[in-house]
């Protein structure tokens, strides 16, 4: 079975600063990951996945992840915050299997201040 | 490629009556989900079809929801007898056979007063 927690359930940093979002998942199988943003009463947007190959994935944004397979992890991060990035982020993980549903954590808040 | 379309974008319903959601896939896709996202929660999985077939369903889909894809082209997702903790946004997303690709639509909102 698979599953996703996300560390913190509010993250607040300071415009330009570095932006760190942390997802651990549990998988017995090799797992595909995701990050997805959700702007108010709106859908999710794909940040970016990993599949297969580099672990360093790059998204949209100027956000990026790395995928650690020995820490179970997939954080999300950014170099210098925007105030256009506060929103809510979800971290997803799928098995290595094409069309199974995603798992998705309980979501990180984002905080931008000026 | 116009998206995932879900129709309507909020439904407020009295309690008890019954409400159905429809869901407009990409349409390549053959795969669809439907998702119900709580206040502060992440999406929870309800129901998965690939063609028309419903292949998977979550033990959170009780006895009082039902949903269909009679063609394998556009869903629906009806609840009957609506409570108040069937409030909720209720998210469908499709995908292909590539594995990795899921897109999402906006949601529809259901509040139950």
């Known amino acids: 079975a698979q599953s996703v927690t996300q560390l913190g359930s509010h993250v607040s940093v300071s415009e330009g600063a570095l932006v760190l979002l942390r997802c651990n998942y549990s998988s017995s199988v090799p797992p595909y990951l995701f990050w997805y943003v959700q702007y108010p009463n709106q859908g999710l947007q794909l940040l970016l996945k990993y599949t297969t190959g580099a672990t360093l994935v790059k998204g949209i944004n100027g956000f990026e992840a790395e995928f650690k397979k020995s820490e179970t992890s997939f954080h999300l991060t950014k170099p210098s915050a925007h105030m256009s990035d506060a929103a809510e982020y979800f971290c997803?993980?799928?098995?290595?299997?094409?069309?199974?549903?995603?798992?998705f954590g309980k979501g990180t808040t984002l905080s931008v201040s000026s | 490629d116009t998206g995932v379309s879900q129709d309507p974008r909020h439904k407020i319903t009295k309690r008890g009556q019954n409400v159905t959601f429809r869901c407009d896939p990409i349409s390549e896709h053959n795969r669809l989900y439907w998702y119900r996202q709580t206040l502060g929660q992440g999406p929870e999985f309800l129901t998965y079809?690939?063609?028309?077939?419903?292949?998977?369903k979550s033990r959170l889909l009780s006895d009082r929801f039902s949903a269909e894809r009679p063609k394998g082209s556009f869903s629906t997702l009806e609840i009957q007898r609506t409570e108040q903790g069937d409030s909720a946004m209720y998210l469908c997303?499709?995908?292909?056979?590539?594995?990795?690709?899921?897109?999402f639509g906006s949601g529809t909102r259901l509040t139950v007063v």
């Open positions: 079809f690939q063609n028309e077939a419903q292949l998977e």
């Open positions: 997303a499709s995908s292909s056979s590539s594995p990795g690709y899921y897109t």
């Open positions: 997803a993980v799928s098995p290595y299997q094409a069309g199974t549903a995603l798992i």
